[in-house]
Structures are given as C-alpha cells and as structure tokens.
C-alpha cells in the first residue's frame, strides 16, 4: 500500500518556464511534508517543507502547495533553470514518528 | 567532513557472500536512518537508530539484515548470504532527532549482487 505516490515519473519544461511536481497521500495522519532532490551518484538533498498547519512555503524560486482536503501537494519551481534537472521525492510523516514515507520520485528535466 | 559519510561507493560481490556498509554521520546527530532503494523505487526504510534507545528495525526485510550503530555513532550495515534481489543502492541518513527534521543523506552505496 503506496501512503505517499508521485504519479508523475517523468515531466519536462522549458528553460525559465514553471515546473510543477505533483505529489498524493493517502493519510490523514501526515502533518509534515518534505521536498528532496537527487542527482545521479549523489544522495537526496533537502530542499523544502511544509507544516500541515501551513498551505504554503516559499524559499526562494521553491515554492510548496499543501492541499490537505485533497490529500494533496505540489512543488512549484519558477523560473525552472537547467540545473533543477534530476529526480524529484516528496516525503511524509506525522508528529511523534521517525518514519519518514517516500514518494517513488519524478524526475525533472529543463530544456535549455 | 561537514556530510553523511558512506562507504564503499560502489560494492560488487557474488551471490552467498556477507557484506558490510559503512555509515558515518554528521557530528552531533542523534538519529540515524538506513533506507534501500532498488532500480524504479522510492526510498525504503530499513532501520533506526535515536540516541540510546532500541533501534526499530521493522523495516529490515530479512534476519539476513542487520545493523549496528556503535558508541551512538558510526553505523554499519550487514548483509549475510546476500541475495541478487539484494542489489540496490542503500542511503544512510542522519538527523538532529526525529520531531520534524529534515535528513541529511550520504551519496549511498551501490550494492551489486552477480
């Protein structure tokens, strides 16, 4: 039973255009939501969370949506450089836990 | 060094034999996490490790899986008679603790079972 799913496994965008990732969960217990992004050969790096008593985090060009009645968020990148290419996990966990649940990753390409 | 420390990078053995992977954390951080991930796959939990406390290791797969986390430390991460369905790449992570941290991950290991 998949709790986190990115049905996305691929998306492409234009160079200074928005990429939009998606990302779904299944339970209601989730309160803390998380963006990484990995390149080949390295390991995820942190790029932005979210508070479920939040809908809405920015830093910088990174923004992220909590939809919390749709069970829903997204990453919005403007403007999307070439270097934002790479893979794309969003992860979930509730207060009082460790566990973290990953997404299965989408992987982000910018066209130059 | 400032990040998660993981060794080997990359480890091809045969099939049957014992492996071991090594995991050195950030300085300071209390709480330690192994994941696997296999080709397609978002990231699996397999263990943690938080301070003094019992380790939770429900997310071993088998008892072929163990893992120790010594002097609150390094971690290191044994594979007995390992298995082709073994081959993934295993990230170790670390973090302050585990009330909404976000976790700092080495570059993993690249384990290949022939």
């Known amino acids: 039973d998949q709790q986190v799913k990115q049905n996305s496994p691929s998306l492409s965008v234009q160079e200074g255009r928005i990429s939009i990732l998606n990302c779904d969960y299944t339970?209601?217990?989730?309160?803390?939501f998380l963006w990484y992004k990995k390149y080949p050969a390295e390991g995820p790096t942190f790029l932005i969370s979210?508070?479920?008593?939040?809908d809405k985090n920015e830093d910088g060009r990174f923004t992220v949506f909590l939809n919390k009645s749709a069970k829903h968020l997204s990453l919005h990148i403007v403007p999307s450089q070439p270097g934002d290419s790479a893979v794309y996990f969003c992860?979930?966990?509730?207060?009082?836990?460790?566990?973290?649940?990953f997404g299965t990753g989408t992987r982000l390409k910018v066209l130059a | 060094g400032a990040g998660v420390s993981q060794s080997p990078s990359n480890k091809v053995t045969e099939k049957g034999k014992d492996v071991e992977l090594r995991c050195d954390p950030i300085s300071g951080h209390t709480a330690l996490y192994w994941y696997r991930q296999s080709l397609g796959q978002g990231l699996e939990f397999l263990i943690y490790f938080q301070g003094n406390s019992a380790p939770d290791k429900s997310g071993l797969p088998s008892d072929r899986f163990s893992a120790e986390r010594t002097g609150g430390s390094v971690s290191t991460l044994t594979i007995q008679r390992t298995q082709q369905e073994d081959s993934a790449v295993y990230l170790c992570?670390?973090?302050?603790?585990?009330?909404?941290?976000?976790?700092?991950f080495g570059d993993g290991t690249r384990l290949s079972i022939l």
């Open positions: 979210i508070s479920s008593i939040k």
């Open positions: 992860a979930a966990s509730h207060s009082g836990t460790y566990k973290y649940i």
């Open positions: 339970n209601s217990m989730f309160d803390y």
């Open positions: 992570a670390s973090s302050l603790d585990f009330s909404n941290q976000p976790q700092h």
